[in-house]
Each structure stands twice: as structure tokens, then as C-alpha cells.
């Protein structure tokens, strides 16, 4: 199956400052990529979806001012969390999928990014 | 909010079959089904997708039935690695996950 990575895997900052996380499809042209956050012991929560080379789309209660998603090329997307805060500690999973060939093409999961923010 | 709703968990014992039922009332026509398994501090991993009757692969079988306001996954023979939460999607446009089915499989 394809392969999508993140980068890093995990990552501790400190409050106010900010963390870019990095979600590249590694094998295949991702034309839509998804961002989701997991708490612990909860589902997966999307955060938005992107499509290449245009402007997310953020889920209702989703700050897009704080997380800012840039999905500039076919292989990767950036979310960075601005002015982190311990609340927004939380397990950080992306998702790519390329539907122009297959419609029912499904999504592929990168491995996760854990942020801790003292 | 989802379209999906699973049971919150499920236990189980090595050998067993397990099945696990997904509802998606509303389901649209062009809408896939795929179920998904997560563990623990990794991202979901695919195990199956359907649009209609009987789906098999060499990790499980998937059945909808002809309404299609339906699935159910099913995992033959479980062993204790298949503890995990199971999820099942709507998957076209959609991506919004439910709350997922938490299996335990015991010795």
C-alpha cells in the first residue's frame, strides 16, 4: 500500500512558541490531504481537509488562524500549530489520498506526530 | 458529526470470530464503506472497503446487505494483536470518524 510519513514523530515545545508538522506521501500524488487530532482514548477529531493548491477547509470549532495547513505540492503538507498552548497537546495524524484514477480510492494514514507544550 | 455508529467495545477470546456492525443510515449512493484498525499512539491502518454484497481479503470479510444502511466487519479466528479500535467509514467525501468499536481480544 502507499506510504505517508510525518515528520517529526514527536515533539515537546514550549508554551507560545510554534511547531510546524510536516505529512508527505511518499510513493503517490496526494490530491486531497486531511489533518485529525486524537485525545487520549477518543476518536479521531478532522481539523480540515486540503487540496492542492488551494486553501483548507476547516472543520466548524477549528481555529484556522491558529493552525495553519499549506498543502503546496502533490507529496506534502504542513500544519503548524501557532502560539502553542498546553491544550493544544494532542496526538496530530494526517491522511493522503488520490482519487483521479480510482474514485474510491481509499486515505492513507501517516503515523502520527505527538506534541507535548509545557 | 459522523454518519457511522458502532458499538463501543467488544471483548473476545483468541480463535474466536469476531463481527462487528456499523450503521450508516444515511449513506449516499457514490459512498464507499471502509473500515479501519488503529493502535494505540499509531495512525489508522485500512483493512477493508465495500459497495456492496461481500468483500473478502486475507485479514477480513466485509458484508453489506442490499439497503446498504449497514456493514459488518468481520475478523476470523482473532488473535490477541487484534486488540485495537476498529472504525468504519463513510469514505468519499467525508471523512469524519465515529467513535470506533474498542476490541479486546483475550488469551
Known amino acids: 500500500g502507499a506510504v505517508v510519513s510525518q515528520h517529526p514523530s514527536w515533539v515537546i515545545c514550549k508554551s507560545g512558541t510554534s511547531v510546524k508538522i510536516e505529512c508527505r506521501s511518499l510513493?503517490?500524488?496526494?490530491?486531497?490531504m486531511f489533518w485529525y487530532r486524537q485525545f487520549p482514548k477518543q476518536s479521531l477529531m478532522l481539523m480540515a481537509t486540503s487540496n492542492e493548491g488551494s486553501k483548507a477547509t476547516y472543520e466548524q470549532g477549528v481555529e484556522k488562524d491558529k493552525f495553519l495547513i499549506n498543502h503546496a505540492s502533490l507529496t506534502l503538507s504542513t500544519l503548524t500549530v501557532t502560539s502553542a498552548h498546553p491544550e493544544d497537546s494532542s496526538f496530530y495524524i494526517c491522511?493522503?489520498?488520490?482519487?483521479?484514477?480510482?474514485?474510491?480510492?481509499?486515505?492513507?494514514f501517516g503515523p502520527g506526530t505527538r506534541l507535548t507544550v509545557l | 458529526l459522523a454518519k457511522t455508529t458502532q458499538p463501543i467495545s467488544m471483548d473476545s477470546y483468541e480463535g474466536q470470530e469476531v463481527n462487528i456492525t456499523c450503521s450508516h443510515n444515511?449513506?449516499?449512493?457514490?459512498?464507499?464503506i471502509t473500515w479501519y484498525q488503529q493502535f494505540p499512539s499509531q495512525g489508522p491502518r485500512f483493512i477493508i472497503q465495500g459497495y456492496k454484497t461481500k468483500v473478502t481479503n486475507e485479514v477480513a470479510s466485509l458484508f453489506i446487505p442490499a439497503d446498504r444502511k449497514s456493514s459488518t466487519l468481520s475478523l476470523p479466528r482473532v488473535s490477541l494483536s487484534d486488540t485495537a479500535v476498529y472504525y468504519c467509514l463513510e469514505d468519499n467525501n467525508d471523512m469524519r470518524f465515529g467513535a470506533g468499536t474498542r476490541l479486546t481480544v483475550k488469551p
Open positions: 491522511s493522503a489520498r488520490d482519487r483521479r484514477i480510482r474514485p474510491e480510492d481509499e486515505q492513507f
Open positions: 444515511n449513506i449516499a449512493t457514490n459512498d464507499y
Open positions: 510513493d503517490f500524488q496526494a490530491t486531497t
